[in-house]
């Protein structure tokens, strides 16, 4: 009775993209949400210099300084050290004290690398605090 379905020449196969629009709205907002829970904090503290009258004798005892150098060669309390030789010599200096801070300089063209390692290697040695001093201008 019915003769064959044909398709007329001119429909077009379209495809429906609202289940992608969909799927890309939601992933965007898991990255929305996750993206805050991934950065990762490390606290740094600026010591101040506040010039106060107290005697050397009323004066605490200064926390070992450690300036980062970038030939490699680091100073400890006005002891020049090789990077491997930081963590031993901090681990002595810290060794009596109740409070284990340590004062860090880090010279301006020092690797990102090293200062790092440094600080780690600092932090293996028993130091709780890292005071980053800033560089002051002579």
């Known amino acids: 009775m019915h003769g064959p379905v044909t398709r007329s020449k001119y429909s077009h196969p379209s495809m429906n993209v609202t289940p992608l629009v969909d799927i890309v709205l939601v992933l965007l907002i898991i990255f929305m949400v996750i993206t805050p829970l991934l950065n990762r904090h490390m606290e740094i503290?600026?010591?101040?210099?506040?010039?106060?009258?107290?005697?050397?004798?009323?004066?605490?005892?200064?926390?070992?300084?450690?300036?980062?150098?970038?030939?490699?060669?680091?100073?400890?309390?006005?002891?020049?050290?090789?990077?491997?030789?930081?963590?031993?010599?901090?681990?002595?200096?810290?060794k009596d004290r109740e409070e284990r801070k340590v004062r860090i300089f880090v010279d301006s063209d020092t690797t990102y690398d090293e200062v790092v390692h440094v600080l780690d290697e600092t932090r293996a040695a028993g130091a709780s605090d890292l005071i980053l001093e800033p560089q002051r201008q002579l």
């Open 45 to 94: 503290k600026l010591s101040k210099h506040a010039r106060n009258s107290q005697t050397d004798e009323e004066q605490p005892e200064q926390p070992p300084m450690v300036r980062i150098r970038a030939n490699g060669r680091h100073q400890v309390n006005d002891r020049e050290l090789g990077a491997a030789e930081v963590r031993g010599h901090i681990e002595t200096l810290l």
